[in-house]
């Protein structure tokens, strides 16, 4: 992997090439390319905000850490710690040297690009300085430092892969124990992929989840969780507590869980098309955990996959024991870990933990959400309205032209019957 982390200064040249070795040093540790680029903005104000004394940032595959200096501006003035936000989130631990605020990549007013090759997720790192308690004057400006994080968008990966995975409509990643998990979108008749990633509202936007455990005892998978996301800050969890449809009973939508299953290693699931109110863009990221337990253990309410049957009022299992839906209501992760916690204070008791390679997040996206044009038959109804007006015209015309030629006929009977003398 090549030197990627840029800065916009020549005179950062002998810094760059620091900060390029770390990066290959990085590589060999990760097992993955990616790169931090922080970017001071050419403005006099922020004097040295951004420079690599002040501002450095580290992307892994969940998140992104921006360390601060505190001489900030390089002015001997230090900067206050809640002075200082990512996107409205604000310093999570601080040294006597530097303040450190970690973000998720998919929060604290992220935005996705989508490259040809690769993903790039901005932040902005805002300063904004506020005075002293009860000393009413500030002694600096404030300043603005873009944070960015590239990934690569098609790279082959192994347990430790980037989140999110991008491969066109699906996301597939492979674990160490050879579980493949996978999230496609599906076409209308569920017999394959979907060629399109464009939906209309009123469309069941039809996924799969599924994994591949070749050589591997029989597993179930569960989706624990889905979100819905539109590149930035708004987003919309659809699939909750512990494998719990929401949006059918939140919004009274179709979406649900398909029964039956068609195996123990698949779940397919219906989402209603919907849009994020108020925002320009109709792009959609889906975001989904998927997990597995052995296929020989009973389903509980950690693990299932429930929808809400709208007509009705009641939740049932894709399983067939609608008692574990009973929490979807509540909380359902809450008396299970009881169960767990005590059965572990018991004397000769063992808990069964699902191993971490047995879970895995993936998203899909994005998805472009299009209002329905028109229906041609509209048109057609409309010139069709209009026509009995043209008709109704045209049969007036023709009775005056009648009364005309009648008026004029008795005109002249009347001047021949005249007597002449």
């Not at 590149?231 to 059918?248: E, H, P, Q």
């Not at 009022?313 to 009881?338: F, L």
């Not at 015209?393 to 004029?408: I, K, N, P, Q, R």
Request: charged share 15%; aromatic share 10%.
């Amino acid at each position: 992997m090549g030197c990627k982390v840029k800065y916009q200064f020549p005179l950062l040249v002998l810094w760059l090439l620091t900060l390029c070795f770390d990066d290959i040093s990085g590589f060999w540790r990760s097992g993955f390319p990616h790169k931090a680029v922080v970017i001071q903005k050419e403005s006099a104000v922020q004097q040295r905000a951004g420079s690599p004394e002040t501002v450095s940032a580290q992307c892994t595959e969940w998140d992104v850490m921006v360390t601060i200096n505190p001489d900030l501006l390089g002015i001997q003035h230090p900067v206050q710690a809640s002075d200082l936000s990512v996107g409205g989130c604000g310093v999570t631990s601080q040294t006597p040297t530097a303040f450190v605020i970690e973000a998720p990549l998919q929060g604290c007013g992220s935005i996705i690009t989508m490259l040809a090759d690769e993903i790039v997720y901005t932040f902005t790192l805002d300063y904004n300085p506020s005075p002293l308690p009860g000393i009413p004057i500030i002694r600096t400006n404030p300043a603005v430092v873009q944070i960015e994080c590239h990934y690569p968008r098609n790279h082959n990966v192994s347990s430790n892969a980037l989140n999110p995975t991008w491969v066109p409509y699906t996301s597939t990643i492979s674990a160490q124990d050879s579980l493949g998990f996978s999230l496609v979108i599906m076409n209308s008749d569920w017999s394959g992929p979907s060629s399109s990633n464009i939906f209309y509202l009123g469309d069941l936007i039809n996924l799969q989840a599924s994994v591949d455990s070749t050589n591997h005892v029989p597993l179930q998978l569960f989706v624990d969780n889905c979100v819905a996301s539109d590149g930035s800050a708004l987003t919309y969890t659809f699939i909750g507590n512990n494998g719990c449809f929401t949006d059918s009973k939140v919004t009274g939508s179709n979406s649900q869980f398909i029964t039956p299953r068609i195996a123990p290693s698949t779940l397919q699931f219906e989402l209603d098309a919907f849009r994020f109110y108020g925002v320009a863009t109709s792009s959609v990221f889906i975001t989904c955990r998927l997990k597995v337990t052995l296929a020989s253990q009973a389903i509980d309410n950690l693990n299932k996959a429930c929808t809400y049957i709208t007509g009705l009022s009641q939740w049932t299992s894709v399983d067939g024991s609608n008692q574990v839906c009973s929490c979807c209501d509540a909380n359902c992760a809450t008396g299970q870990k009881r169960r767990i916690e005590m059965a572990r204070r018991r004397p000769g008791r063992s808990v069964k933990t699902i191993p971490a390679e047995w879970e895995k997040t993936l998203v899909v996206g994005p998805l472009y959400l299009e209002k329905k044009p028109q229906p041609a038959v509209s048109e057609h109804l409309t010139s069709t309205g209009q026509s009995p007006s043209g008709s109704f015209v045209l049969v007036l015309g023709s009775m005056l032209v009648v009364l005309g030629l009648a008026c004029s006929a008795f005109l002249l009977f009347l001047l021949y019957q005249k007597p002449h003398f």
